[in-house]
Every structure is written in C-alpha cells, then in structure tokens.
C-alpha cells in the first residue's frame, strides 16, 4: 500500500510537471530521492519515461477532434488540414529522434544527474524571463494550420535541448516556438501534440530495453505502480492543460522561469548539504 501510495504522488508530479514548462525530470528525481520508490534501478528507469503515457492519454482525449483526419463533420479540406498537421508533426520529431535514440544510454549514465538538472533548471528559468520580458520573436503566426514545416522543423531542433535532464521538452519547445514566431497559445498547443510521438517513441524504446536488459516481466507490485502512476498522470494532466491554455490567455512564461531559478538553487542546495 505505500508504494501505491508513492505511485501516486509520482503521477501527481508527472501530471503537472510533464505540461508546465518546469521540467518534470527534475522533479521526479528530486521525488524519488525523498520518497525512494522499493523498486530496482532498471524498473525505476523504464517506470519514469513510462508514467508519461497516463500524460499523453490526457492529450489525445482533449485534442481528439483537431488530430483525428476523420468524423466531427469535417470536410476533406479539414481532414488534409490534419494530415497536413500530423506531417509538421512527424517533421518536428526527427532531429529528437534521431539523436535520442543515438545518445539514449549516453545521456542516462552522464547527465541524469542533481547538478546538471539544477543548473538546467536555472539557465531555461533565465532564457525564459528574458524572452518574455524582451519580447523576442515577432508571433506571428496565430494559428495552429499555420505552422510551416519550417518552423516545425526549427522547433524540433529545439527539443533536442531537453534531452539535457532539467531543460523540459515542453520548456524547449515553447521557447522554440515564440523564437520562430509562434504565438503564446500556438506554441504551447503544438507542443502538446509532439509530446504523442515522442513520448510514445520514448516509452517503447524504454519498455523494449527494459526487457532485453532485464529478461524479465513485471512482478504484480511493479504492474500496479506503473497502471496506477499513469491513471493518475492522466487525470491531473487533463487538468493542468486545461489550467495552462487559460492561463496564457491573460499572462506570459515568466512566473515559471522564476519558479524553474528557485527550485534549481534549491535542488543544488539539497543535494550538497545532503
């Protein structure tokens, strides 16, 4: 019953985390050193990238109508408007791709880290407060079919930063995004529909190495941490998106910039007088 419990307050910070452009790898790492969940380190390692698929479930539900080509009423004009979406899409997951599934195991013994993090945490938390505060970019393009492949493409080299633990794919992302000209709301939106190929890549990948690694299927324990982390991610992500999307309505990224410098001097902090 306790790991339940530790289960579900990892969803609880993957729901919120994954979403806000706050990193929600710093946070779990941060979670799991103070409520260390009873399972091994390979189990822990597929369970954390894993967890994000409650997380995308969340998206999917809300954003069915705008990424399914088909029903709803739509035309054949809508459904090319769709596929020609889910094309800026796959465009804006290639570099990530590319250079994630090279540097998979690379970036896991290297940078997965407190201090990398932190620091992570604190240089996006800058990056952002000086985009919003100087305006950067011109945000033009104010809707989502407005996109060009272009910048889909320059917003996918964008993500590679979050492969650095710390940066937040959707942080990178939306900083991406306003840098090439997107709107607040656009920027935030398209992020939300590359985090379905990339995280479900990202999940296989881990599941597909945890076996092959391990040689082994998942004890009733650890199936229960993993369903019950992802329900729970689901449910808070369906909230936090919808909090954010209103959010950027009236306000810009900068209280999240000041809140990614205070917890990375906290993490550093943390981690040097532990």
Not at 187 to 194: D, G, I, K, R, W
Not at 246 to 253: E, G, R, S
Request: glycine share 8%; with cysteine; net charge positive.
């Amino acid at each position: 019953m306790i790991e339940i419990i530790k289960a579900i307050l990892f969803g609880i910070v993957e729901g919120i985390t994954e979403w806000l452009p706050i990193s929600s790898t710093g946070h779990m790492i941060l979670l799991n050193d103070l409520i260390k969940l009873n399972v091994t380190d390979e189990f822990y390692s597929m369970f954390e990238v894993v967890i994000q698929l409650g997380a995308i479930l969340a998206v999917v539900l809300i954003y069915f109508k705008e990424i399914f080509p088909w029903g709803f009423g739509k035309n054949k004009n809508d459904t090319k408007k769709t596929l020609n979406l889910w094309g800026k899409i796959l465009v804006a997951c290639i570099p990530a791709a590319v250079l994630g599934l090279l540097l998979d195991d690379w970036l896991d013994e290297h940078l997965y880290n407190s201090v990398v993090v932190a620091l992570a945490l604190i240089i996006y938390g800058i990056i952002f407060i000086i985009i919003e505060r100087k305006k950067v970019g011109t945000r033009k393009t104010k809707s989502i079919d407005d996109i060009s492949y272009k910048q889909a493409f320059q917003v996918g080299m964008f993500q590679l930063l979050s492969l650095v633990p710390g940066t937040s794919r959707s942080g990178s992302t939306i900083i991406g995004g306003l840098l090439v000209g997107l709107d607040r709301k656009v920027a935030a939106t398209f992020t939300f529909f590359l985090a379905i190929p990339v995280m479900v890549g990202a999940s296989l990948l881990k599941i597909l190495k945890y076996f092959l690694k391990t040689g082994t299927v998942f004890t009733s324990l650890e199936w229960s941490i993993l369903i019950v982390g992802c329900i729970v991610a689901f449910i808070i992500s369906i909230v936090v998106i919808k909090f954010l999307m209103n959010y950027i309505k009236k306000h810009d990224f900068q209280v999240f910039g000041w809140y990614r410098i205070v917890l990375g001097i906290l993490v550093l902090i943390y981690f040097m007088i532990k």
